[in-house]
């Protein structure tokens, strides 16, 4: 059974940086794109960053030049490095993969942390 687990949520004041990671396990063979997603209060889950195995990264507008998303591959690990946070920031944040696991067979499918609550105050 593949599991996702993230942590380093918590509560900060604005300008204050926060460090989330994710770490996947289970019976993964590979593991494709990893990402991070944000769902703030009344708005629907979003794309925050992802980056492939080879380290294409990509993300959203609004956290250009404020958040890196990086990964350890040995480790199946995906990291959100999060500065200069601002209250909009404010969300439960959610770890993704894209991978392939053994289950009887090698099979491919995406997986889903339970999230993490990130909380800025002004």
């Known amino acids: 059974q593949v599991q996702l687990v993230e942590s380093g949520g918590g509560l900060v004041q604005a300008g204050k940086s926060l460090r989330l990671t994710c770490a996947a396990s289970?019976?993964?063979?590979?593991?494709?794109?990893m990402g991070w997603y944000r769902q703030g209060p009344g708005n629907q889950r979003e794309l925050v960053a992802d980056?492939?195995?080879?380290?294409?990264?990509n993300y959203t507008d609004s956290v250009k030049g404020r958040f890196t998303i990086s990964r350890d591959n040995a480790k199946n690990t995906v990291y959100l490095q999060m500065n200069s946070l601002k209250p909009e920031d404010t969300a439960v944040y959610y770890c993704s993969a894209q991978l392939r696991y053994i289950q009887v067979r090698l099979q491919t499918g995406d997986f889903w942390g339970r999230g993490t609550q990130v909380t800025v105050s002004s």
């Open positions: 980056v492939t195995s080879s380290g294409r990264t």
């Open positions: 289970g019976n993964i063979f590979s593991i494709n794109t």
